[in-house]
């Protein structure tokens, strides 16, 4: 089991300073050479859903979709073609917000209302009692997670940190609903919900006529542009470009969480880009994704020009990732036509398949990483949280929970590997709402170039060689029975020691068995 208690070399804060800080909060930071950083965090963006590749190859995805922002972030800093995250929004952003893996932290659904699981019914499995309501930085509140964000730390050692957007880490009236409970000094429509009502500000962005939410989907704060003809993107961008603004007068490094409810559903059109994309003869939810996409683009390319013009560019990281795959899960599992595909990845969200975990994620950090340079160690979305507090030269803290995330500080600089002899485990002892390949209750576990899917449910293996077979067409179980066993127990040894949960059969009301625990 990793220690929470990291240390760094760094130079440090005055003693007195330390001394007055709350006992949890024990913190090392650089002077007068702390860097800006932006967390850029897309909601349910694929692999596929951009004009960058993150494969040895363009794909007609990426010829079809316009992002010039992220090709441009791409050009001046890593891209990453092997990041992971969970197949489920709640359970990566828990994931970043504590350093935990989903298996330990135990949000491995989606969450929104108190005391309420989210799981679709089964008819062969009973569900765990999982952590619906989310985590928290404070005890109290059952079927939650308890542990300090990164973001804390980064506030308590001197930046000023600020929320934009989608949060949802904690279900509603739980600590966890509000960004400000994590230490966020400004939060801009961040709430409970992991979705919008709307995107559309002639809807209101979902209030009705006398300013109620009309579902808990409604996004809250952004009143000034109802009717205005503003799309929540372009809004919540505006927001942040004025909270930035904020930030240069305070003389103090800061930390501006941007996370879009872009590119979720529903699919709305955003007209600025909308008729370019039926031109190119997609159907009109097709090039409605599409504007999606290139709104969330031009967003990124709006703060970047914000950097550049107010002097801040060479001294601000900019981090990108998806929180989970694309939501693709199959035409001939889903009543209506796709809107978006992840191939050659199979599946989407909600999946086991690379298709349902595997995002596109850049990092540029001027002076540090190298323009234009690729990295295919893998990374998983735990490791935001050591890598943001080494950014930022918060070399020691002690957080009342495990960190199993790994910095990738290394890789960035290009002087280690992080990956070599690292095993990735998820955990997803649940049924999300949707069907097809890979959804269900799974667990995996991916180990240099192999990875291993156990299907809770029935007891089935399937074993890929990733670099080989990226789509996981040619399940190799029967070839190789040896590293099936080595991988199963890998998992299963992990799975127990962190405390994961597991699904019970209704017939029986026995736990299922756990990986290595069937042949």
Same mark, same amino acid.
């Given at each position: 089991?990793?220690?929470?208690?990291?240390?760094?070399?760094?130079?440090?804060?005055?003693?007195?300073?330390?001394?007055?800080?709350?006992?949890?909060?024990?913190?090392?930071?650089?002077?007068?050479?702390?860097?800006?950083?932006?967390?850029?965090?897309?909601?349910?963006?694929?692999?596929?859903?951009?004009?960058?590749?993150?494969?040895?190859?363009?794909?007609?995805?990426?010829?079809?979709?316009?992002?010039?922002?992220?090709?441009?972030?791409?050009?001046?800093?890593?891209?990453?073609?092997?990041?992971?995250?969970?197949?489920?929004?709640?359970?990566?952003?828990?994931?970043?917000?504590?350093?935990?893996?989903?298996?330990?932290?135990?949000?491995?659904?989606?969450?929104?209302?108190?005391?309420?699981?989210?799981?679709?019914?089964?008819?062969?499995?009973?569900?765990? =009692?999982?952590?619906?309501?989310?985590?928290?930085?404070?005890?109290?509140?059952?079927?939650?997670?308890?542990?300090?964000?990164?973001?804390?730390?980064?506030?308590?050692?001197?930046?000023?940190?600020?929320?934009?957007?989608?949060?949802?880490?904690?279900?509603?009236?739980?600590?966890?609903?509000?960004?400000?409970?994590?230490?966020?000094?400004?939060?801009?429509?961040?709430?409970?919900?992991?979705?919008?009502?709307?995107?559309?500000?002639?809807?209101?962005?979902?209030?009705?006529?006398?300013?109620?939410?009309?579902?808990?989907?409604?996004?809250?704060?952004?009143?000034?542009?109802?009717?205005?003809?503003?799309?929540?993107?372009?809004?919540?961008?505006?927001?942040?470009?004025?909270?930035?603004?904020?930030?240069?007068?305070?003389?103090?490094?800061?930390?501006?969480?941007?996370?879009?409810?872009?590119?979720?559903?529903?699919?709305?059109?955003?007209?600025?880009?909308?008729?370019?994309?039926?031109?190119?003869?997609?159907?009109?939810?097709?090039?409605?994704?599409?504007?999606?996409?290139?709104?969330?683009?031009?967003?990124?390319?709006?703060?970047?020009?914000?950097?550049?013009?107010?002097? +801040?560019?060479?001294?601000?990281?900019?981090?990108?990732?998806?929180?989970?795959?694309?939501?693709?899960?199959?035409? +001939?599992?889903?009543? +209506?036509?796709?809107?978006?595909?992840?191939?050659?990845?199979?599946?989407?969200?909600?999946?086991?398949?690379?298709?349902?975990?595997?995002?596109?994620?850049?990092?540029?950090?001027?002076?540090?990483?190298?323009?234009?340079?690729?990295?295919?160690?893998?990374?998983?979305?735990?490791?935001?949280?050591?890598?943001?507090?080494?950014?930022?030269?918060?070399?020691?803290?002690?957080?009342?929970?495990?960190?199993?995330?790994?910095?990738?500080?290394?890789?960035?600089?290009?002087?280690?590997?992080?990956?070599?002899?690292?095993?990735?485990?998820?955990?997803?002892?649940?049924?999300?709402?949707?069907?097809?390949?890979?959804?269900?209750?799974?667990?995996?576990?991916?180990?240099? =170039?192999?990875?291993?899917?156990?299907?809770?449910?029935?007891?089935?293996? +399937?074993?890929?060689?990733?670099?080989?077979?990226?789509?996981?067409?040619?399940?190799?179980?029967?070839?190789?029975?040896?590293?099936?066993?080595?991988?199963?127990?890998?998992?299963?040894?992990?799975?127990?020691?962190?405390?994961?949960?597991?699904?019970?059969?209704?017939?029986?009301?026995?736990?299922?068995?756990?990986?290595?625990?069937? =042949?």
């Amino acid at each position: 089991m990793k220690k929470s208690f990291y240390t760094i070399s760094g130079s440090w804060v005055a003693f007195s300073l330390l001394s007055a800080m709350p006992s949890q909060h024990i913190f090392a930071q650089k002077e007068n050479s702390r860097p800006n950083i932006i967390f850029f965090l897309v909601d349910d963006m694929g692999w596929q859903d951009t004009s960058v590749p993150f494969w040895t190859q363009k794909t007609d995805f990426n010829r079809l979709y316009e992002t010039p922002n992220m090709e441009r972030l791409a050009r001046q800093g890593m891209l990453f073609t092997q990041a992971y995250a969970s197949s489920i929004s709640s359970p990566t952003r828990c994931s970043i917000m504590t350093g935990a893996n989903a298996s330990r932290h135990r949000v491995t659904n989606w969450t929104l209302q108190k005391n309420k699981s989210t799981d679709r019914a089964s008819d062969v499995l009973m569900m765990p =009692d999982w952590n619906y309501n989310g985590i928290a930085q404070v005890s109290g509140t059952n079927n939650t997670f308890v542990g300090t964000s990164f973001v804390q730390y980064l506030k308590d050692s001197g930046y000023h940190t600020i929320h934009c957007g989608k949060a949802h880490w904690g279900a509603i009236d739980t600590p966890g609903e509000n960004p400000t409970h994590f230490g966020f000094e400004t939060n801009i429509s961040g709430h409970a919900a992991g979705g919008l009502a709307t995107y559309l500000s002639e809807l209101s962005y979902g209030h009705d006529d006398q300013g109620n939410p009309t579902s808990l989907m409604s996004v809250p704060g952004l009143e000034k542009y109802w009717k205005t003809g503003t799309f929540v993107t372009e809004a919540l961008t505006l927001e942040a470009i004025k909270a930035l603004d904020k930030a240069k007068q305070y003389n103090q490094p800061f930390y501006l969480y941007m996370s879009h409810y872009a590119i979720h559903i529903p699919i709305d059109k955003d007209m600025r880009f909308f008729d370019k994309y039926k031109k190119k003869g997609m159907s009109d939810k097709e090039a409605a994704y599409a504007s999606l996409i290139e709104g969330m683009d031009k967003s990124l390319g709006d703060i970047m020009d914000w950097l550049e013009k107010n002097g +801040e560019a060479d001294n601000t990281i900019i981090l990108f990732m998806g929180d989970n795959g694309g939501y693709a899960t199959g035409s +001939e599992w889903r009543d +209506e036509p796709l809107f978006t595909q992840n191939a050659p990845l199979k599946c989407g969200k909600g999946s086991a398949y690379e298709g349902g975990i595997r995002e596109p994620m850049i990092v540029s950090w001027p002076g540090v990483t190298e323009p234009g340079s690729r990295c295919d160690d893998y990374v998983i979305a735990e490791d935001y949280y050591p890598t943001i507090l080494e950014m930022a030269g918060v070399t020691e803290y002690k957080a009342p929970q495990v960190i199993d995330g790994v910095s990738f500080v290394p890789l960035l600089k290009k002087n280690g590997k992080t990956s070599e002899g690292r095993s990735l485990y998820w955990n997803c002892p649940n049924l999300w709402g949707e069907n097809g390949p890979g959804i269900g209750p799974t667990c995996t576990v991916r180990k240099g =170039d192999w990875k291993l899917i156990y299907f809770y449910e029935t007891g089935r293996k +399937e074993l890929y060689n990733i670099p080989n077979d990226i789509g996981e067409n040619n399940n190799l179980v029967s070839e190789y029975p040896a590293l099936v066993k080595e991988l199963s127990e890998n998992l299963g040894q992990y799975l127990r020691k962190v405390g994961a949960q597991r699904p019970s059969l209704k017939a029986t009301g026995k736990l299922v068995p756990w990986p290595d625990e069937v =042949d």
